[in-house]
């Protein structure tokens, strides 16, 4: 897939996650290649980048340059049972009201309540939680 990313950021192996586009968005004529194209919240990686800049109010340099993309992979912790490399699930974001240092990997960016998954890389056992869970450390796919 390709968008458009403020000069800066256009490097291979730097990932985003789509929050929505500017008000400046809505009238671009480059709309339906940058923006038209992401999922919002959702989870980004570059994998090339081109050779063109366009002029683009938005970013901090004022251009944008096209970069190829696809959907970054996830680390997440869950409690999900039966996990091995290959296999799907669904995701289902811990019932936590804690705040922990491992807050952000029970809900990763990217990642929503009732998404289909694949396991790309079982890491095994992680320590207990706040709450108790036994919680497994993945990497993980979002299927479409």
């Not at 403020?6 to 929505?20: P, S």
């Not at 340099?61 to 669904?90: M, Y």
């Amino acid at each position: 897939m390709i968008t458009l990313i403020g000069k800066d950021l256009a490097q291979k192996g730097v990932e985003f996650v789509y929050l929505g586009p500017a008000e400046e968005c809505e009238n671009c004529r480059f709309k339906s290649s940058c923006v038209d194209s992401l999922e919002l919240n959702r989870k980004y990686v570059i994998t090339d980048v081109k050779d063109n800049e366009q002029k683009c109010p938005v970013h901090s340099q004022n251009v944008v340059i096209p970069v190829e993309i696809e959907r970054a992979q996830i680390d997440v912790l869950t409690t999900s049972k039966n996990i091995f490399e290959g296999s799907t699930f669904t995701y289902d974001a811990p019932k936590c009201d804690e705040y922990c240092e491992f807050h952000d990997l029970c809900f990763p960016d990217g990642l929503m309540e009732k998404d289909k998954c694949i396991v790309l890389k079982n890491q095994g056992k992680h320590k207990e939680c706040k709450k108790g869970y036994a919680l497994n450390k993945l990497t993980v796919a979002f299927v479409i």
